[in-house]
């Protein structure tokens, strides 16, 4: 059974930093892209990073420069460490794998998904 959990959210001040882990389990995922996702409280679940097989990363414009997404292969753990958090940041973030190995902003581009972890950034 493959399992994705994330862990690492929290309540933190702006301007503060977290570091998110997403744990996989069931498969290796060394040969896939994976993703962070974010849903704010009524909002839709938005793109927030994404990284393929190979290492290479894109980001929303929103968390451009702040947010760097990452990946262990040996732990088949997939991170995301946010610093310079910022109010508009409080959302639930989920990660979520690909069956393939090229990354997509698209959510249903995926079709592993965690249960999310929340973060809240106090202003």
């Known amino acids: 059974q493959v399992q994705l959990v994330e862990s690492g959210g929290g309540l933190v001040q702006a301007g503060g930093s977290l570091r998110l882990s997403c744990a996989a389990s069931?498969?290796?995922?060394?040969?896939?892209?994976m993703a962070w996702f974010r849903q704010a409280p009524g909002k839709e679940r938005e793109f927030v990073a994404a990284i393929n097989w190979i290492g290479n990363t894109a980001y929303a414009d929103s968390v451009k420069g702040r947010f760097t997404i990452s990946r262990d292969g040996a732990e088949n753990t997939l991170y995301l460490q946010m610093n310079s958090l910022k109010p508009e940041d409080t959302a639930v973030y989920y990660c979520a794998a690909r069956s393939g190995p090229a990354s997509h902003t698209q959510q249903n581009e995926y079709i592993y998904w965690g249960q999310g972890t929340q973060v809240t950034v106090s202003s």
């Open positions: 069931g498969r290796t995922f060394s040969r896939n892209a």
